[in-house]
C-alpha cells in the first residue's frame, strides 16, 4: 500500500508518522512566560542533532485554532528551554502535563511537580529528575502554518544537571542506570530496560 500525505487528513499523516517513527525519546520542555509563569509539556518530536556544537531539537505542533504553544511562544520570548529526561517513574506525571491549559497556569503546580533551579538559564527544571539538558534557542522556525503547522525549535546546550546517582565510573551519565520511556504509536509508551549491543 501507498499512502501519498496529499491525499490524506493532517490527522491520518500523523497516525502514520507515529506509527512509524518509534520508539521515540521525549522532551519534557520546561520554558518560562514573559510574566514569569512556567510551563511544563512532552514532545516526542525530539532528538539530538549533533555535539559540537551541543544541540537538540523538538518540534511543537500549533494548537486547534493555528495559535503557537505555550512553549513555542515562551521559547520565541525568551530564547531558553530545559530539557528534562524522562524516566518510568515520571511516566504519569508527564501525560498530566500535556493538558492543554491557560498560559497563566502553571504545570509545576497543577501536576504537584517541585522546581529545581538552573544553573545557566532563567528557566527551572523538574527537581526528582535524574537528567536535564539546559538550553538557549539558537534558531526556531515555522514549518507549516495553521492548525497543527509543525515548528521547528533548535537550542544548543549550555550546561548538563546529571544526579549523582547515575554518574558511572567515568565520570558521565551511565546509560545502564537511566531507565528513560519512549513513545510508541496511539497512546501507548515502551520502557527501555530490555537491552542488548
Do not use: H
Request: charged residues 20%; contains cysteine.
Amino acid at each position: 500500500m501507498i499512502i501519498d500525505p496529499n491525499d490524506v487528513s493532517i490527522g491520518a499523516v500523523y497516525e502514520s508518522m507515529v506509527a512509524l517513527i518509534t520508539p521515540r525519546p521525549i522532551a519534557w520542555v520546561s520554558t518560562l512566560s514573559a510574566d514569569g509563569v512556567a510551563n511544563l509539556a512532552p514532545y516526542s518530536f525530539f532528538g539530538g542533532v549533533g555535539a559540537n556544537p551541543p544541540t537538540v531539537m523538538f518540534c511543537p505542533v500549533n494548537r486547534l485554532d493555528g495559535t503557537p504553544k505555550d512553549t513555542l511562544a515562551n521559547v520565541r520570548a525568551n530564547g531558553q528551554f530545559v530539557v528534562n529526561v524522562v524516566t518510568e517513574e515520571f511516566a504519569e506525571t508527564m501525560k498530566q502535563s500535556a493538558a492543554d491549559v491557560r498560559p497563566d497556569e502553571d504545570e509545576f503546580v497543577l501536576t504537584g511537580l517541585q522546581k529545581a533551579p538552573s544553573v545557566k538559564v532563567e528557566v527551572p527544571r523538574v527537581a526528582d529528575v535524574v537528567a536535564a539538558m539546559e538550553c538557549e534557542m539558537l534558531t526556531s522556525m515555522q514549518l507549516g502554518p495553521g492548525r497543527g503547522g509543525a515548528n521547528l525549535v533548535v537550542g544548543r546546550i549550555v550546561s548538563f544537571y546529571v544526579a549523582d546517582s547515575v554518574i558511572g565510573k567515568n565520570g558521565l551519565p551511565d546509560p545502564e542506570q537511566i531507565f528513560t520511556i519512549g513513545r510508541m504509536g496511539g497512546p501507548r509508551y515502551t520502557r527501555t530496560r530490555d537491552r542488548f549491543e
